[in-house]
């Protein structure tokens, strides 16, 4: 007989033991077509690890609009960055954004980020006969605190579709459009000048967004950025005092400058 | 026995006074609602007395820990799985509590052969403005009363409860600084501490402000703070005297 007792603090055995299972799904041959999301990255700066994603997503040939929020945030000390369909991947986020807080408030202590981590990559295994199927695959991208150092730093983490968890060394990406923008990264790391890891704040969005406006050149499902019909991204940064929003507003003044 | 009517009544008055004596040495726990959030406050230990229970939710109590917990853990779990289930927007605290917490006090308190819950309790939700605001005064009996401003304060007898409850109205009129608010709830928490009356000649202000500062040592004051606006949807910080300016 299984035991369905909540574990303590652990929501995912809450919603078991109430019957309710928010991932799991079997899909069908005759599934419609995808609505998918790309692209997004992260990268560190000089203060911590700048996380960004265009706003278009598409099925097919079509751009169903360009309005996506990919970046969100988790709680106060996490970002996730969504790549791959958007249907499964908001669900994951909203899964995680109240396991995350049920066990801080009901422990009276905060996750800590391994477990955070291996939280986001058992949803990617549950999703598995999804992903197995080419229906609802997720590929995102990750960022916490990690208060084990001090000052807190913030880390990123990447996955692969089965829910393998990757340390990214300095920048990760995903997405179609990341292919482009692994490349640029990884220039900007062993040539720029800058280099990433020394940008102000202010410098690393101008350059986050200018990876937009190229990789979306190649790559149609990207959205780019266009100052002139206020098209931006979302932009959001992680540091030691947690996370923090650089509004459309701000991108605009960055990029301009 | 307890088939007769009376002996039922005379059992249920019985346990009254037992919840009542067992938590009369119960520190005191105060909220108020000011014009930026609600100010939650308590002495305590250290993740004793005040507690987040969601985005726009918190409690404050005082009793036994373990019924203190029980009920604290119920509030989450109901809250987080009606926020995952509809939307957080849809976590309200009189649902929670009129449908919820209240119904299960009752029951239990009037189970005469289980122990009763030894709580004295004070929920708060933050509204998107002050007469939004909701402080809900719940007994360890299931009994509730709803306040939308002012001050509300939780003691272990009534008639105490009361007169801080009428005293603290009055010196909180016009009071938005954290600080101060924080302050008056320290003066009124010493003197229902001391059993020093705040109906008729309470102690001098410098007498209070001085009793409470003496007796803080070796406790730890929680204040509890619900933001009305911020960027985040969880609107709870725990703050220290020194960030409140005391």
């Known amino acids: 007989m299984i035991d369905t007792a909540p ?192 940008m102000s ?10 990876l937009l406006m190229v990789a979306s050149e190649f790559d149609s499902a990207t959205g780019g950025v266009s100052p002139e019909a206020r098209t931006f991204a979302t932009i959001k940064v992680l540091r030691e005092d947690g996370v923090r929003t650089v509004d459309t507003e701000q991108q605009g003044q960055f990029l301009r400058a | 026995m307890i088939e007769e009517p009376y002996r039922w009544l005379e059992a249920i008055g019985n346990r009254r006074e037992y919840v009542r004596e067992q938590i009369k040495g119960g520190s005191p726990v105060f909220g108020a609602s000011l014009a930026d959030g609600i100010l939650l406050l308590g002495v305590g230990s250290g993740n004793s007395k005040v507690f987040e229970l969601f985005d726009r939710h918190a409690l404050v109590g005082l009793g036994h820990p373990a019924d203190i917990e029980k009920i604290r853990q119920a509030a989450i779990d109901a809250a987080h799985m009606e926020a995952f289930t509809r939307a957080p927007e849809d976590v309200s605290l009189r649902r929670l509590v009129s449908f919820g917490l209240s119904p299960q006090l ?85 003197c229902l501490t001391e059993n020093k009356s705040l109906a008729e000649n309470p102690p001098s202000e410098d007498e209070r402000r001085a009793g409470w500062r003496n007796a803080i040592n070796g406790k730890i004051v929680e204040i509890g703070w619900l933001a009305r606006q911020s960027q985040r949807q969880a609107r709870f910080d725990m703050l220290t005297l020194n960030q409140v300016g005391l």
Not at chain 2, 137 to 159: E, I
């Open chain 2, 106 to 190: 009752k029951t239990n308190f009037e189970q005469i052969f289980s122990a009763p819950f030894l709580v004295e309790l004070l929920l708060a939700e933050v509204g998107a403005h002050p007469e939004n605001d909701l402080l809900l005064r719940l007994h360890f009996d299931g009994g509730f009363k709803t306040h939308s401003k002012g001050a509300v304060v939780v003691a272990s007898q009534p008639d105490p409860e009361t007169a801080a409850q009428s005293w603290l109205a009055q010196a909180l009129a016009d009071k938005a600084d954290r600080g101060q608010v924080a302050d008056l709830m320290l003066q009124a928490w010493w």
């Open chain 1, 201 to 210: 704040l202010g410098e690393a969005v101008q350059f986050a967004l200018r």
């Open chain 1, 7 to 198: 574990i303590a603090g652990d929501f995912l055995s809450l919603l078991a033991a109430r019957h309710l299972s928010p991932i799991r799904a079997d899909s069908s041959p005759a599934a419609p077509v995808q609505t998918q999301a790309t692209t997004v990255f992260a990268f560190e700066y000089s203060e911590g690890v700048l996380m960004a994603g265009d706003r278009r997503a598409t099925a097919g040939n079509l751009i169903v609009t360009d309005r996506v929020d990919k970046v969100i945030e988790i709680d106060a000390t996490s970002l996730l960055a969504i790549a791959g369909v958007p249907a499964t991947a908001f669900e994951m986020a909203r899964v995680l954004q109240t396991s995350f807080e049920y066990y801080r408030r009901s422990q009276l202590q905060p996750l800590s980020l391994p477990a955070k981590v291996r939280a986001l990559a058992r949803l990617l295994r549950d999703n598995l006969p999804m992903t197995m199927q080419g229906v609802g695959i997720v590929m995102p991208l990750f960022a916490g605190l990690n208060h084990a150092v001090k000052p807190a730093k913030a880390q990123i983490y990447f996955y692969d579709p089965l829910g393998a968890q990757f340390q990214a060394v300095g920048y990760a990406a995903s997405g179609s459009g990341s292919g482009t923008i692994r490349s640029i990264l990884s220039f900007q790391e062993r040539y720029g000048k800058p280099k990433p890891q020394a």
